[in-house]
């Protein structure tokens, strides 16, 4: 069966958005939404969708996951469990994609999409439904999404007297990325958070 190919950033474009993103997110104390665990980068919207990026070798990489409220492909479990018609997201798919695919269902989560990167281009398997990608609005995608993100991470009250972050400061911490200090996430987040662990969480997309 022939593979789809999609249009999406490589995963080097993807790191310092995800890791920008995850230090204000480890700033606030919430850091479990959005981090690496290397070779995993994960990110969820605190709403039961998520997305998890894995590392294999050779530059090869796969991104999952499912939108709790969109995801119209019904994979393995999850077909059961709905009692759906199946799609099989590994339809035509090299045997690499496999592992980080059992790595999900040990953990006894449900897959909407199944995305494989051969170190050059993003493919899925052939299906027409909506798998859910898009509505998981995963930040790292773009510079605007990821700014958005982080604006939405780091309220602040108008009666406090606290303005929330330049544009600048924010596009700062993006382009440091996963080499982001503590001085660039202090530009960012509220007085009192964390920056030290937001600096660690931003160095981990090092080792993806």
């Not at 982001?180 to 080792?207: K, M, N, Y």
Request: aromatic fraction near 10%.
């Amino acid at each position: 069966m022939t593979l789809v190919q999609l249009d999406l950033p490589d995963p080097p474009a993807l790191r310092g958005r995800w890791a920008a993103l995850a230090a204000v997110h480890a700033a606030s104390g919430h850091g479990e939404q959005c981090r690496a665990l290397p070779p995993v980068w994960h990110y969820d919207d605190g709403q039961g969708s998520w997305a998890d990026l894995h590392h294999l070798d050779e530059g090869r990489a796969v991104l999952l996951g499912q939108d709790r409220n969109d995801s119209e492909t019904y994979y393995a479990e999850a077909s059961d469990f709905y009692e759906e018609k199946e799609t099989d997201l590994l339809a035509g798919a090299p045997d690499w994609w496999e592992p980080p695919v059992r790595r999900v269902r040990e953990a006894q989560l449900f897959l909407g999409f199944v995305y494989g990167f051969d170190g050059s281009i993003w493919q899925r398997a052939e299906y027409e439904l909506d798998d859910g990608f898009a509505s998981v609005r995963l930040p790292a995608l773009s510079d605007e999404r990821t700014r958005e993100a982080v604006l939405a991470a780091t309220p602040r009250t108008a009666d406090a007297g606290t303005p929330g972050p330049a544009e600048e400061s924010v596009d700062a911490l993006i382009a440091a990325g996963a080499e982001a200090d503590s001085a660039l996430v202090a530009a960012v987040v509220p007085i009192g958070w964390d920056t030290h662990s937001g600096a660690e969480a931003a160095r981990a997309f090092l080792q993806g």
